[in-house]
């Protein structure tokens, strides 16, 4: 079983939502949001991808205290 990024579990729960918006969206604006969620699931691969890399460099390093600097430094 793999596991889910964050994007797929969004559009999991937004596809539960469905029927409460499936009369309103047209047919353009279903487009332009899968386009939009097409490049969130990108972007997340690529943090993904150098978060690794990035890992690679401290891996000598142990501390759970230094993985919470490197996300507020990098995503906040």
Known sequence: MSKKTAIEYLVEKLN??????????SLNHKHYIDGLI???????KNQII??????????????????EQYYNETYE
């Open 38 to 44: 097409e490049q969130a699931k990108q972007m997340e």
């Open 16 to 25: 539960q939502c469905e029927p409460f918006y499936s009369g309103v969206l």
């Open 50 to 67: 150098n978060t690794f890399k990035d890992a690679q460099v401290f891996k000598a390093m142990n501390d759970e205290t230094r993985a």
